[in-house]
Protein backbone atom coordinates (compact mmCIF):
# COMPACT_ATOMS: atom_id res chain seq x y z
CA UNK A 1 0.00 0.00 0.00
CA UNK A 2 2.07 3.36 -0.86
CA UNK A 3 2.08 5.92 1.88
CA UNK A 4 -1.01 8.49 0.96
CA UNK A 5 1.78 11.24 0.27
CA UNK A 6 2.54 9.17 -2.98
CA UNK A 7 -1.29 9.30 -3.68
CA UNK A 8 -1.44 12.65 -2.48
CA UNK A 9 0.82 13.08 -5.49
CA UNK A 10 -0.68 11.52 -8.78
CA UNK A 11 -3.98 13.44 -7.84
CA UNK A 12 -1.98 16.02 -7.30
CA UNK A 13 -0.38 15.78 -10.52
CA UNK A 14 -3.50 15.10 -12.32
CA UNK A 15 -5.45 17.59 -11.08
CA UNK A 16 -2.94 21.32 -11.18
CA UNK A 17 -1.18 20.55 -8.61
CA UNK A 18 -0.88 20.30 -4.82
CA UNK A 19 -2.39 24.01 -4.29
CA UNK A 20 -4.95 23.22 -6.96
CA UNK A 21 -5.86 19.43 -5.46
CA UNK A 22 -5.97 21.10 -1.94
CA UNK A 23 -8.48 24.04 -3.11
CA UNK A 24 -10.76 21.05 -4.33
CA UNK A 25 -10.77 19.50 -0.49
CA UNK A 26 -13.38 20.03 1.95
CA UNK A 27 -12.98 19.70 5.62
CA UNK A 28 -16.09 17.98 7.45
CA UNK A 29 -17.32 19.98 10.15
CA UNK A 30 -16.23 19.40 13.94
CA UNK A 31 -18.02 17.34 15.89
CA UNK A 32 -19.15 20.20 18.01
CA UNK A 33 -20.73 21.77 14.75
CA UNK A 34 -22.48 18.63 14.30
CA UNK A 35 -23.99 18.29 17.59
CA UNK A 36 -25.09 21.81 16.81
CA UNK A 37 -27.45 20.52 13.76
CA UNK A 38 -30.86 20.07 14.81
CA UNK A 39 -33.08 17.00 14.66
CA UNK A 40 -35.26 18.22 11.84
CA UNK A 41 -31.98 18.45 10.04
CA UNK A 42 -30.46 15.52 10.15
CA UNK A 43 -33.69 13.46 8.91
CA UNK A 44 -34.03 16.22 6.01
CA UNK A 45 -30.89 15.55 4.87
CA UNK A 46 -31.45 11.28 5.12
CA UNK A 47 -34.76 11.45 3.45
CA UNK A 48 -32.92 13.30 0.75
CA UNK A 49 -30.64 10.84 0.01
CA UNK A 50 -33.10 7.95 0.18
CA UNK A 51 -35.11 9.56 -1.88
CA UNK A 52 -32.38 10.07 -4.90
CA UNK A 53 -31.30 6.33 -4.13
CA UNK A 54 -31.57 4.86 -7.69
CA UNK A 55 -33.42 8.22 -8.88
CA UNK A 56 -32.77 11.54 -10.77
CA UNK A 57 -31.04 13.61 -7.84
CA UNK A 58 -31.97 16.91 -9.84
CA UNK A 59 -35.64 15.97 -9.77
CA UNK A 60 -35.35 15.60 -5.89
CA UNK A 61 -33.59 18.96 -5.86
CA UNK A 62 -36.21 20.34 -7.94
CA UNK A 63 -39.11 19.21 -5.64
CA UNK A 64 -37.16 19.54 -2.04
CA UNK A 65 -39.09 22.49 -0.84
CA UNK A 66 -41.95 20.49 -1.30
CA UNK A 67 -40.43 17.83 0.70
CA UNK A 68 -40.04 20.08 3.53
CA UNK A 69 -43.37 21.39 3.40
CA UNK A 70 -45.01 18.22 2.66
CA UNK A 71 -43.14 16.40 5.86
CA UNK A 72 -44.25 19.43 7.76
CA UNK A 73 -40.36 20.57 8.16
CA UNK A 74 -38.95 16.83 9.12
CA UNK A 75 -40.32 17.83 12.63
CA UNK A 76 -39.49 14.52 14.00
CA UNK A 77 -42.42 14.09 16.66
CA UNK A 78 -45.17 14.70 13.42
CA UNK A 79 -43.07 12.20 11.07
CA UNK A 80 -42.79 9.58 13.63
CA UNK A 81 -46.11 9.13 14.19
CA UNK A 82 -47.61 10.02 11.10
CA UNK A 83 -51.14 8.35 10.70
CA UNK A 84 -52.96 6.51 8.21
CA UNK A 85 -54.50 9.01 6.71
CA UNK A 86 -51.64 11.25 6.04
CA UNK A 87 -49.39 8.65 4.58
CA UNK A 88 -52.40 8.37 2.68
CA UNK A 89 -52.49 11.78 1.49
CA UNK A 90 -48.66 11.58 0.95
CA UNK A 91 -49.11 9.11 -2.02
CA UNK A 92 -51.37 11.68 -3.59
CA UNK A 93 -49.11 14.78 -3.22
CA UNK A 94 -47.52 16.16 -6.46
CA UNK A 95 -45.27 18.09 -4.04
CA UNK A 96 -43.58 14.89 -3.89
CA UNK A 97 -42.16 11.69 -5.32
CA UNK A 98 -44.92 9.37 -4.54
CA UNK A 99 -42.83 6.37 -3.67
CA UNK A 100 -45.20 4.34 -0.97
CA UNK A 101 -41.67 2.26 0.41
CA UNK A 102 -39.43 5.79 0.48
CA UNK A 103 -42.31 7.43 2.23
CA UNK A 104 -42.37 5.11 4.50
CA UNK A 105 -38.72 5.27 5.55
CA UNK A 106 -39.89 9.34 6.95
CA UNK A 107 -42.12 7.72 9.70
CA UNK A 108 -39.29 4.92 10.25
CA UNK A 109 -36.12 7.20 10.29
CA UNK A 110 -37.77 9.50 12.68
CA UNK A 111 -38.51 6.68 14.83
CA UNK A 112 -35.21 5.99 14.97
CA UNK A 113 -33.90 9.63 15.41
CA UNK A 114 -35.93 9.91 17.90
CA UNK A 115 -34.61 6.48 19.82
CA UNK A 116 -30.96 8.51 19.18
CA UNK A 117 -32.61 11.21 21.05
CA UNK A 118 -33.25 9.05 23.71
CA UNK A 119 -29.82 7.75 23.76
CA UNK A 120 -28.26 10.57 24.24
CA UNK A 121 -28.31 12.66 20.98
CA UNK A 122 -29.55 12.46 17.55
CA UNK A 123 -25.77 14.96 16.65
CA UNK A 124 -24.17 13.72 19.79
CA UNK A 125 -24.72 9.93 18.31
CA UNK A 126 -24.38 10.57 14.58
CA UNK A 127 -21.53 13.58 14.90
CA UNK A 128 -19.68 11.81 17.87
CA UNK A 129 -19.23 8.30 16.18
CA UNK A 130 -14.96 7.95 15.67
CA UNK A 131 -13.95 8.24 12.13
CA UNK A 132 -11.67 5.51 13.06
CA UNK A 133 -14.97 2.74 13.59
CA UNK A 134 -16.74 4.71 10.26
CA UNK A 135 -17.70 1.14 9.40
CA UNK A 136 -19.41 1.01 12.52
CA UNK A 137 -21.53 3.60 12.17
CA UNK A 138 -22.35 2.78 8.85
CA UNK A 139 -23.49 -0.89 9.92
CA UNK A 140 -25.74 0.83 13.12
CA UNK A 141 -27.30 3.13 10.35
CA UNK A 142 -27.94 -0.10 7.92
CA UNK A 143 -29.08 -2.19 11.20
CA UNK A 144 -31.09 0.35 12.91
CA UNK A 145 -32.32 2.97 9.92
CA UNK A 146 -34.59 2.55 7.06
CA UNK A 147 -32.97 1.84 3.40
CA UNK A 148 -29.63 3.36 4.93
CA UNK A 149 -27.51 0.66 3.15
CA UNK A 150 -24.83 0.91 1.35
CA UNK A 151 -23.84 4.09 -0.19
CA UNK A 152 -26.63 5.90 0.65
CA UNK A 153 -25.86 6.08 4.34
CA UNK A 154 -22.34 7.23 3.32
CA UNK A 155 -24.05 9.96 1.15
CA UNK A 156 -26.49 10.99 4.32
CA UNK A 157 -23.64 11.55 6.47
CA UNK A 158 -21.16 12.93 3.84
CA UNK A 159 -23.57 15.97 3.25
CA UNK A 160 -24.70 16.32 6.87
CA UNK A 161 -20.77 16.84 6.61
CA UNK A 162 -19.67 14.77 9.29
CA UNK A 163 -16.38 12.99 8.54
CA UNK A 164 -16.85 10.00 6.33
CA UNK A 165 -15.73 8.02 3.04
CA UNK A 166 -17.78 7.29 0.09
CA UNK A 167 -16.98 3.88 -1.70
CA UNK A 168 -17.41 5.17 -5.03
CA UNK A 169 -16.41 3.36 -8.18
CA UNK A 170 -13.26 5.81 -8.05
CA UNK A 171 -12.39 5.12 -4.73
CA UNK A 172 -12.55 1.39 -4.78
CA UNK A 173 -10.73 1.30 -7.89
CA UNK A 174 -8.00 2.78 -6.11
CA UNK A 175 -8.47 0.62 -2.88
CA UNK A 176 -8.23 -2.44 -5.47
CA UNK A 177 -4.76 -0.53 -6.71
CA UNK A 178 -3.52 -0.32 -3.76
CA UNK A 179 -4.60 -4.24 -2.44
CA UNK A 180 -6.80 -3.58 0.02
CA UNK A 181 -9.88 -5.25 -1.49
CA UNK A 182 -10.32 -6.84 -4.72
CA UNK A 183 -14.19 -5.69 -5.31
CA UNK A 184 -16.51 -3.33 -3.27
CA UNK A 185 -16.14 -3.82 -0.21
CA UNK A 186 -19.13 -5.46 1.46
CA UNK A 187 -18.52 -8.32 3.79
CA UNK A 188 -17.12 -7.52 7.45
CA UNK A 189 -13.39 -8.79 6.38
CA UNK A 190 -13.34 -6.31 3.77
CA UNK A 191 -15.18 -3.43 5.35
CA UNK A 192 -12.95 -3.60 7.65
CA UNK A 193 -9.40 -4.06 5.80
CA UNK A 194 -10.89 -0.91 3.98
CA UNK A 195 -10.85 1.12 7.72
CA UNK A 196 -7.28 -0.30 8.45
CA UNK A 197 -6.37 1.45 5.45
CA UNK A 198 -7.98 4.80 5.81
CA UNK A 199 -6.99 5.09 9.42
CA UNK A 200 -3.63 4.51 8.08
CA UNK A 201 -3.83 6.89 5.55
CA UNK A 202 -5.30 9.31 8.25
CA UNK A 203 -2.24 8.82 10.23
CA UNK A 204 0.39 9.39 7.63
CA UNK A 205 -1.34 12.32 6.83
CA UNK A 206 -3.43 14.10 9.17
CA UNK A 207 -5.93 14.66 7.25
CA UNK A 208 -9.73 13.46 7.51
CA UNK A 209 -11.71 10.50 5.89
CA UNK A 210 -13.59 13.13 3.94
CA UNK A 211 -10.56 14.62 2.36
CA UNK A 212 -8.44 11.09 1.81
CA UNK A 213 -11.70 9.37 0.25
CA UNK A 214 -11.84 12.42 -2.28
CA UNK A 215 -7.86 12.47 -3.19
CA UNK A 216 -8.25 8.49 -3.85
CA UNK A 217 -10.83 9.31 -5.95
CA UNK A 218 -9.08 11.86 -7.57
CA UNK A 219 -5.76 10.20 -8.26
CA UNK A 220 -6.69 7.54 -11.04
Known amino acids: MHHFDEIFGLAAARHGGEAALNAQLTKPKTVTELTEIPDDRWLSVITKCVFQAGFNWKVIEAKWDGFEEAFDGFDLGRCAFMDDEKFDALLT ?3 IVRNGTKIATVRDNAAFLLELRQEGGVGQTL ?3 PST ?4 LLAMLKSRASRLGGTTAQFAMRFAGRDGFILSQDVVARLV ?3 VVDKTPTSKKALTATQEA ?3 WMDQSGRSLTEISRVLAMSL
Not at 133 to 136: E, M, S, T, V, W
Request: aromatic share 18%.
Open 93 to 95: DTR
Open 198 to 200: FNT
Open 177 to 179: AEG
Open 127 to 129: GGW
Open 133 to 136: DYIG
